[in-house]
């Protein structure tokens, strides 16, 4: 996989020469290129903003700097042999940054990332690679930062791990929190490691059993438990096909039962002190 990253401040990319993805790069799974867009300013300033078109506060980041810099980007990647490329506009107002997504976008060749600073990037640059190629909005949070580097730092470290080879266990991501499948709008449960005893806490005593079957159902319910009390949103959002009869049985016990209304979708009420809400 090919990324490029296009930004003012190149030394806020450095954490991604480190841990999983500074390994990935060093053993020639991810192909990684920091731009600084300054270098494509004509101006002794180095500009890459202006005062927005209708006034208001705060300042825009310019087409031509934009513009320059992703078609001398395209044109390097093509000419190295990447493939069609995808481009990743961390922003607030784009779409929830998932796991989901996280695995759609490890499935693609090459992504070249906007991190934009100050308002944000003229609206017509977006528009106009988006006649050229995918264009991903994403959002990493309800929360705006001062620029979208830390945006690129999470999507790149969520996307790298899923590429093959990247994890020493490449089992390692199929329980995590929101992976697809049984655990895609799940949280994942705690875990333990040893020693069996510390400060006066055991672990478990089913982790201990080695029966196999037992410690997946614990497991299971853990992360009932833990997502009814941290997203009780996901369990709402489930689809029926989602929960088995234990699994029922365990949400039952942690306050839940089907809406009669609902039950063909899956949506689920809690209950509190016998009141539906």
């Known amino acids: 996989m090919r990324l490029d990253v296009v930004t003012i401040f190149p030394e806020y990319l450095e954490p991604l020469n480190v841990s999983l993805v500074g390994k990935a790069r060093a053993r ?8 600084d867009l300054r270098e494509w300013t004509y101006d002794r ?11 208001g506060p ?3 980041m310019k087409t031509d700097p934009w513009g320059d810099a992703l078609d ?5 990647g093509y000419e190295t042999g990447s493939r069609t490329p995808a481009l990743i506009v961390p922003t607030p107002s784009g779409r929830p940054f998932t796991q989901e997504l996280a695995v759609e976008l490890s499935e693609r060749p090459w992504l070249v990332f906007t991190p934009a600073r100050y308002e944000g990037i003229d609206r017509r640059v977006i528009d106009e690679y988006a ?13 705006v930062l001062a620029g979208g580097e830390a ?3 999470v999507v790149t470290e969520a996307v790298a791990r899923l590429l093959p080879g990247v994890l020493g266990n490449a089992e390692s991501h199929r329980d995590d929190s929101f992976a697809p499948g049984a655990m895609a709008n799940l949280l994942e449960g705690p875990v333990y490691t040893k020693p069996p005893e510390w400060r006066g806490r055991d672990i ?10 037992k410690i997946a159902r614990w497991r299971r319910d853990e992360a009932l438990r833990r997502t009814t009390a941290n997203r009780p949103d996901l369990i709402e959002r489930c689809d029926p096909k989602a929960f088995d009869k234990k699994d029922r ?3 039952s016990i942690l306050g839940w039962t089907p809406d009669p209304e609902g039950e063909p979708y899956g949506r689920f009420w809690r209950r509190t002190e016998g009141v539906e809400e």
């Open 131 to 143: 006649t050229r190629m995918p264009v991903y909005e994403v959002s990493i949070g309800d929360y």
């Open 151 to 153: 945006a690129v730092l």
């Open 45 to 55: 300033h180095n500009t890459v903003d202006d005062t927005p078109y209708g006034g």
């Open 249 to 251: 049985e365990m949400l």
């Open 28 to 35: 020639g799974q991810l192909d990684v290129h920091v731009h």
């Open 72 to 76: 001398c980007v395209l044109a390097d």
């Open 58 to 60: 705060g300042m825009v």
């Open 204 to 213: 478990p005593e089913v982790l201990l059993s080695g029966h196999h079957g």
